[in-house]
């Protein structure tokens, strides 16, 4: 622990000891202090009580500090607090509802980024079951209410007297970049990731994840100049408000286009009817503000009348003919295309046609002019699948047929990569570098029991084309 007031650390740890007038060993605290962890000075007595104490930790907030430590006697959890870390400063705190808590050990505390709220871990030994969290609002109380088991969720892997440090998203991200795997970009639960280069930065637009049943309703972006370090640039959409005045929820897998100045974000929702639709919203700049429009663009409805096959009405993306004439595609069940008019907020209906050809469809249609070929890729099986794939297939027309080739994403179970899928496929005309981003089951994959369907994070990979001229699969 840091001490503010000397500039210097305090070191501490248990240890069993007996000292001359001691009939018997006890275990205590001890401490150093050191200010460049070489020298130290001469270890001392830090904490003795009547019973045997160990796991120690210290905890500063406001000009204070809390001491937590475990009664090695009676098995619970004491607290103390101290106005400097001088081992007479600390009085002890009552803390009824956490002394009532017996059989732990190892407690870690750490405070919430975003509130005044507090969280100390207690690793439940005796009955083996690792972590128990409990919170507090108020430090200085000594008042801790008990997480109920249903409202926490610390993997199947047993966790156990460990720390937390608590981090910011950038803090995140800089570590993903720096320490990560390779593959996963985004810090947090994000999936369906569009990605888009407007000038000179990058901007990332995914469904935002971690609800039961896909359940979420905001769409946030993510900027970087590298597509390493991305930046939460904050909540452009919300559901679950008046933003759009024809959608309820279940905001998923937007997409996003430029044209004119102007940025056209088009997103998925469900309508007062629980039925999936397609909107569009439009802003002056890639961060937004975003406007939906009032209705949305694409409806089962429409499809139905149009004649047009499908399941869902969800998964756009867009894509620029060499021509600049926009084509919105999109689809679950089937795929489908159609051409949006000028203002990119409305479609030019008797364009819409079915694609054929995309074997094993399930969602997730994007095509990319290459070589004089488009190239179709598309996401297989369910999502919640940890076989969801990507397929690939080629054709001579932007309306098809299309030919299938095979996937160029799949699974790599020993890397603990699955459900891999709901990709965007991106370049920089520059260096005519391809990258694809997709989505995985969140990593380590013991973080969550169930629902891995809905709990995913973000990954990005180079795409490459062979001497063929066509996309060779992703080696994860
Ligand atoms: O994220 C919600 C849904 O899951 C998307 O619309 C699908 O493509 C699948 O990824």
Redesign the pocket.
Known sequence: MYDEKTDEFLVFWASATQEPQEKERKQKIYSARTKDFRTFSTSEKYIERDNHIIDTTILPSAGCYYRYSKDETTKNIRVEKGDSLDKGAFVTLQAPILEAVAGVEGPQIFKFNNREEWCLIVDRFAEGKGYLPLLTTDLGSGEFRIVPDSDFDMGTTQKRHGSVLPITTDECSRLLAAFGDGHQVLPGQY??PDVAKFEDRYYMYP?T?GFEG?SGTQFKVFSSSDLQHWQDEGVILDLGTEDVPWATGNA??PAISSRNGKFYFYF?GKMLNGVSAIGVAVADTPIGPFLAESQPLITMEQLKRLGITMGQA??PSIYVEEDGRPYLLFGNGHAAIVELNENMTSVLEDTMSNLSGLHDFR??VTVLKRGGRYHFTW?CDD?GSENYHVNYGTSEQLYGPITYQYPILSKNVEKGMLGT??HCIFNDSETDQYRIAYHRFVTPLSRFSSGKGYHREICMDPLLFGKDGLIQPVIL
């Open positions: 999936a369906d469904t994840d896909w998923w897998a998925c969800i998964d969602e997730a996401s999502t899928g709901h």
